[in-house]
């Protein structure tokens, strides 16, 4: 039986069909791109400064490789577009390292991913995080581990290590080290704001109307706290109070003027999620290139 040859027709055909499915890969690849780099920026921005209490880079540095690989796979998405249009051999091997190297970026993210689960899980990182706190936090040659923690209790909202929260201080070098009386209980990174007073005192209270008279004492935090700022304000309704430099008002209880949860939990469950996405992101992102890469150099 003769062997059927390709027609000019049926050559075309297939030419523009191989083009159509690598220009669909680099599209794809390029919207990948952009998610990608979205979450590796929203990872250095949210827990950049989490080297310092996690003991380990492992979760910057594999964000800052997404981050590369973001750059990089946007960057080159026009060469390769033009590459597999006018089906250049020399442009093509261009776009073929790019693509190899960006391979090889991603398996690294992975691996720097994989690392910091490992640390998290073997308890590494909350042994770091613990010392962090007893010995390095508000030491004179180490502003990076005091600005670390005020940065994290500020954004999770949190005060200390453990289920102790503000009790982890009483130990602390920090605490012990002050020489003016009376001493600062919890640095202000601890104290709630004015923004957060309102919303955990203040909404139910508003939102029913309820007389003055008629307050419970948790309401009531809520009015002293409405006098001194407004609902969108920032700052500290009453630092001295937070700290422990001056007695809390009346009767009202400490958690309304200090954060009492403490911060490791919220800290280990944030970083173990990042981390497991970064390792997802870099697992899909190697495979598209592999998948963009076959399309692209498939035989024509």
């Known amino acids: 039986m003769p062997l ?8 075309q055909e297939s030419l523009q069909v191989s083009k159509f499915m690598a220009l669909a890969g680099h599209t794809m690849l390029m919207l990948l791109s952009i998610g990608l780099l ?3 920026i929203q990872v250095l921005v949210e827990y950049g400064y989490s080297s310092p209490i996690s003991g380990t880079n492992s979760l910057n540095y594999s964000a800052g490789l997404a981050l590369l690989v973001g750059i990089l796979s946007f960057a080159s998405a026009p060469l390769g577009f033009y590459a597999t ?7 093509l091997k261009a776009h073929m390292m790019i693509v190899c190297v960006l391979s090889m970026f991603c398996i690294a993210s992975l691996g720097l991913g994989y690392v910091m689960q490992n640390d998290i899980l073997s308890g590494y990182v909350k042994t770091w995080a613990n010392e962090s706190l007893q010995s390095e936090y508000g030491h004179p040659d180490n502003k990076q581990a005091t600005e670390a923690w005020d940065s994290m209790q ?8 453990s289920e102790e ?4 201080y009483r130990s602390s070098a920090w605490l012990l080290s002050q020489i003016e009386y009376p001493r600062r209980l919890v640095p202000e ?16 209270f508003l939102l029913d109307k309820v007389s003055v008279e008629n307050a419970t004492l948790l309401e009531k935090v809520c009015i002293l706290a409405a006098q001194k700022c407004d609902r969108s304000s920032e700052i500290f309704p009453d630092p001295e109070v937070c700290t422990g430099r001056r007695a ?19 800290f280990e469950h944030d970083l173990l999620a990042h981390a497991q996405r970064l390792s997802i992101f870099a697992t899909i992102f190697a495979i598209i290139l592999i998948i963009n890469f076959t399309l692209t150099f498939r035989p024509r």
């Open 248 to 266: 809390l008002p009346g009767m009202v209880p400490a958690d309304a003027y200090r954060h009492q949860l403490g911060c490791y939990e919220l």
């Open 154 to 161: 500020r954004q999770l909202a949190c005060c200390g290590m």
């Open 4 to 11: 059927a040859r390709c027609s000019p027709a049926n050559f």
């Open 38 to 40: 979205g979450f590796a």
């Open 85 to 91: 249009i006018i089906h250049d051999a020399n442009l």
């Open 165 to 168: 929260g503000p009790k982890d």
């Open 189 to 204: 990174s601890c104290c709630p704001t004015c923004g957060t007073i309102h919303e955990k005192f203040c909404y139910q």
